[in-house]
């Protein structure tokens, strides 16, 4: 499953990101394979997403969620 495929508040853990230059990105702003992760908001239009971990909050493509792989946490 991938992370755009989520609703809003729905969570999961992640599994891995697909990308490698969008990998260390989200690792620098605190996104570390291995933690919740938790779809916030969704943009009107379906894009972009507002996500969380932790304490870190982001605004993320659809294109690029769908390179994040997650499992659901129930």
């Excluded at 996104?31 to 997403?49: M, Q, S």
């Excluded at 507002?50 to 499992?71: P, V």
Aim: no cysteine; net charge negative.
């Amino acid at each position: 499953m991938t992370l755009d495929q989520l609703v809003e508040n729905d969570s999961g853990i992640i599994i891995k990101i697909d990308d490698i230059t969008l990998e260390e990105q989200l690792l620098s702003l605190g996104f570390i394979i291995g933690d919740e992760i938790k779809v916030e908001r969704i943009a009107p239009l379906n894009d972009p997403i507002l996500i969380s971990s932790g304490l870190n909050y982001i605004s993320i493509r659809k294109l690029n969620a769908k390179q994040i792989e997650i499992t659901k946490k129930l």
